[in-house]
T-cell receptor, first 113, second 116 residues
Framework: DTGVSQNPRHKITKRGQNVTFRCDPI?????LYWYRQTLGQGPEFLTY????????KSRLLSDRFSAERPKGSFSTLEIQRTEQGDSAMYLC???????????FGPGTRLTVL | GNSVTQMEGPVTLSEEAFLTINCTYT??????LFWYVQYPGEGLQLLLK?????DKGSNKGFEATYRKETTSFHLEKGSVQVSDSAVYFC???????????????FGRGTSLIVHP
């Protein structure tokens, strides 16, 4: 296992389109996190799974955003009806059971035209 | 709510200079504290951590001490190298509310530029 992977690495879309990103965590990790990062800012928490259960969701996450982790392994983040303000780097991280130390993926850079 | 405040960058130093990057926090309960580093073109990676008051985290010559009385976790290195040039993020993991799940909170990041 070589770490957390994310696909695609880059996505360019037109405003109003839907996009879906995938995250594959480190296999032994039961926690999975999604973040958004814009230029000059730190990662901003979006949502968090423990196994397949979505335990927390940021108030910043509008109804256009949805995340799933159906079998407690990989996760998807979907953004519906994208807006230019959604342009950002979307990061995924995972952690071991009982640990708060996170391992980050390389991110998916979204550009909404 | 929980928050992390870092000194603004960029911090520009000459090689072998002493580094301090200040970090203070506000949190519910007793958070765990972290420093993450992001090298150019790479993802975030954990640099060091401390899970309780007075713990000192250390790695690659960097150190930070968990100071509960001043709610601080300042990053220090005695002699920086050009290869230390990166963005450094202070972070905490704490319950969002009493009995709630632990939510990670990151600072804005501090860019460090080290010149030969």
């Amino acid at each position: 296992d070589t770490g957390v992977s994310q696909n695609p690495r880059h996505k360019i879309t037109k405003r109003g389109q839907n996009v879906t990103f995938r995250c594959d965590p480190i296999s032994e990790h039961n926690r999975l996190y999604w973040y958004r990062q814009t230029l000059g800012q730190g990662p901003e928490f979006l949502t968090y799974f423990q196994n397949e259960a979505q335990l927390e969701k940021s108030r910043l996450l509008s109804d256009r955003f949805s995340a799933e982790r159906p079998k407690g392994s990989f996760s998807t983040l979907e953004i519906q009806r994208t807006e230019q303000g959604d342009s950002a780097m979307y990061l995924c991280a995972s952690s071991f059971p009982g640990s708060h130390e996170q391992f980050f993926g390389p991110g998916t850079r979204l550009t909404v035209l | 709510g929980n928050s992390v405040t870092q000194m603004e960058g960029p911090v520009t130093l000459s090689e072998e200079a002493f580094l301090t990057i200040n970090c203070t926090y506000t949190a519910t309960g007793y958070p765990s504290l972290f420093w993450y580093v992001q090298y150019p073109g790479e993802g975030l990676q954990l640099l060091l951590k401390a899970t309780k008051a007075d713990d000192k985290g250390s790695n690659k010559g960097f150190e930070a001490t968990y100071r509960k009385e001043t709610t601080s976790f300042h990053l220090e290195k005695g002699s920086v190298q050009v290869s230390d040039s990166a963005v450094y993020f202070c972070a905490l993991s704490a319950a969002a509310s009493s009995g709630g799940s632990y939510i990670p909170t990151f600072g804005r990041g501090t860019s460090l530029i080290v010149h030969p």
